[in-house]
């Protein structure tokens, strides 16, 4: 039975991190990453896709059954509860959205830290699974167990841009991730319109994170896209995202498909067949 956190042990250890994004809450799709013994964790996209709190135990416990972590990512008006419900169901990982300053973080950091003399947090012992199913653990075992959870922080904002050395001083941020769409749409600017300011804002952030001694994590399509990353230090990546990948696939290979089958004379590439 998993009873180690497995985020916690590569970065203390010092180990590169590797994960893929998955939006469906059917612990299959974890197992199936699991059984690919290729990821070190999952990283269930909360902030997209619809959940219950049955669905988040079903999936850590998938997770568990390959030594697989797991880490959430969650709104920002609700995080406290939803973080401490995850953790709870055995998540070892949360990731934060939104904040754009060091009183946010602060305040999300306590939130999911032990109640402790001085453990810095309001999270007491609610009687959960946890990792491995260690729903009765000594207390000081299980305010252990909360400091372990790892802590990411997207840096999505201007003002959290601004803010990154406050940001990446806060006792209990382990990793912080860039995110260019919101960064962009907090500048009023699209995307693709402006590549080079974002990535030299995503420099800026992940020099930050390394001087502060924290773990910069980013996102990436393809492998090809690591080497850029790791020439500027950063380790943990992303790879993949499961909604993004069913996409490519239905709109490349379907479209092709589609354009045969209308040669056949069925439709007039509207799918229709009658």
């Given at each position: 039975m998993m009873k180690e956190n497995k985020l916690r042990y590569h970065l203390d250890h010092g180990l590169p991190l590797l994960s893929t994004r998955l939006w469906s809450t059917w612990p299959f799709y974890t197992e199936v990453v699991g059984s690919t013994h290729n990821f070190d964790y999952i990283e269930f996209v909360g902030e997209y896709a619809p959940f219950t709190q049955y669905d988040l135990e079903n999936i850590a416990r998938a997770a568990e059954l390959y030594e697989m972590g797991t880490m959430i990512k969650l709104d920002l008006q609700n995080r406290g509860y939803v973080a401490q419900k995850a953790i709870g169901a055995g998540f070892q990982s949360i990731m934060f959205v939104d904040h754009v300053n060091a009183e946010q973080v602060r305040e999300s950091v306590e939130m999911v830290k032990p109640k402790t003399p001085g453990g810095g947090g309001t999270f007491g012992y609610p009687n959960r699974r946890f990792i491995g199913a260690q729903s009765h653990i000594p207390a000081l075992d299980h305010?252990?167990?909360?400091?372990?959870?790892?802590?990411?922080?997207?840096?999505?904002?201007?003002?959290?841009?601004?803010?990154?050395?406050?940001?990446?001083?806060?006792?209990?941020?382990?990793?912080?991730?860039?995110?260019?769409?919101?960064?962009?749409?907090?500048?009023?600017?699209?995307?693709?319109?402006?590549?080079?300011?974002?990535?030299a804002a995503e420099r800026k952030c992940i020099r930050a994170a390394l001087d502060h001694g924290v773990r910069p994590r980013c996102e990436i399509v393809h492998p090809e896209d690591a080497q850029y990353y790791m020439d500027l230090g950063v380790k943990d990546f992303s790879l993949g995202d499961q909604l993004a990948k069913l996409k490519e696939f239905w709109n490349g290979e379907g479209r092709t498909m589609r354009d045969m089958v209308n040669q056949l004379g069925f439709g007039e590439g509207n799918g229709d067949c009658c």
């Open positions: 305010a252990k167990r909360l400091d372990d959870i790892v802590l990411c922080f997207m840096i999505e904002k201007e003002e959290a841009v601004e803010n990154i050395d406050e940001i990446c001083s806060v006792p209990g941020v382990d990793m912080i991730q860039f995110g260019p769409n919101d960064y962009c749409m907090s500048r009023g600017w699209n995307t693709a319109d402006h590549k080079e300011e974002f990535k």
